[in-house]
């Protein structure tokens, strides 16, 4: 259940990191932490971290209050 909710967020934040030629991938869900892999542009961008942390942690946290954080592998 969770994963799925995590998808549906991760689906919408998706659209916008394809604009800029990026993508990012659910690798992992453990004790309400989630694991991506950014993608493309993304995983090679200066401003990743940013991304992660303001786009990726923010969206799903405020969707999903549940999840604690968002960590990229």
Request: glycine share 6%; net charge positive.
């Amino acid at each position: 259940m969770l994963k799925e909710k995590v998808e549906e967020v991760l689906a919408k934040i998706r659209i916008g990191l394809r604009l800029d030629g990026g993508d990012i991938e659910l690798v992992d869900i453990k004790e309400n932490v989630v694991y991506v892999r950014l993608k493309g542009a993304c995983g090679s961008c200066p401003m990743s971290t940013l991304t992660l942390k303001n786009w990726v942690e923010a969206n799903l946290k405020r969707e999903i209050p549940e999840i604690s954080a968002v960590r990229a592998v």
